[in-house]
């Protein structure tokens, strides 16, 4: 959970895992979906801090907890370890980099939507008939959360995305029949 010390790492075995961070005012952003074989907390046990975000699975998943003294210890015994971590650390930095980009610099919640969902594409899809295809596992609220914007705005640019032909939705599968030109929307 946010704000809790940081007692050890997580390693995301099988699963999804959303993580968000919240507002002093109660309002939620997702940073990120973690997959398997990332690490969770990472940067909260080197710097002995609180943990940034809360975790939560969304879907079945297995996670294994490796305690802080223990990984500490880990790293002390295992000098040439301390180079995979700074490694992971510098991959999360570009990753958070790579978001704050994506939202604070789209000129426009269609743009954010596009980058989301081409982002997506590239990372999880599978070649479809006509384009790529993947899953959806965030609902329109939480997408939302993660681009800053509303489940209303979402909806509306889902269906306007649908309209122009630049994406199919059936259920949670995701259709992109001509990524290139949903990647205009984001330039």
């Not at 297995?62 to 510098?90: K, N």
Request: hydrophobic share 40%; proline share 6%.
């Amino acid at each position: 959970m946010e704000g809790q010390p940081a007692r050890g790492l997580f390693l995301i075995c099988s699963g999804k895992v959303k993580l968000t961070a919240s507002s002093p005012q109660g309002r939620s952003l997702i940073v990120r979906v973690a997959e398997p074989g990332e690490v969770l907390g990472l940067s909260a046990v080197i710097s002995n801090a609180d943990y940034e975000v809360s975790a939560q699975t969304l879907e079945p998943a297995q996670i294994s907890f490796l305690p802080r003294p223990d990984f500490l210890r880990f790293l002390g015994s295992y000098g040439e370890v301390s180079v995979r971590v700074a490694e992971h650390l510098s991959m999360e930095l570009r990753r958070a980099y790579h978001q704050v980009a994506r939202i604070a610099l789209a000129p426009t919640a269609r743009a954010k939507l596009a980058g989301l969902l081409l982002d997506w594409a590239s990372q999880d899809s599978q070649p479809a008939p006509k384009g790529v295809r993947f899953h959806l596992r965030l609902t329109q609220e939480e997408i939302g959360e993660l681009i800053g914007s509303s489940r209303e705005t979402v909806s509306r640019l889902l269906n306007d995305l649908r309209r122009k032909g630049l994406i199919d939705i059936k259920g949670t599968l995701v259709t992109l029949p001509e990524p290139r030109k949903l990647e205009a929307l984001f330039t």
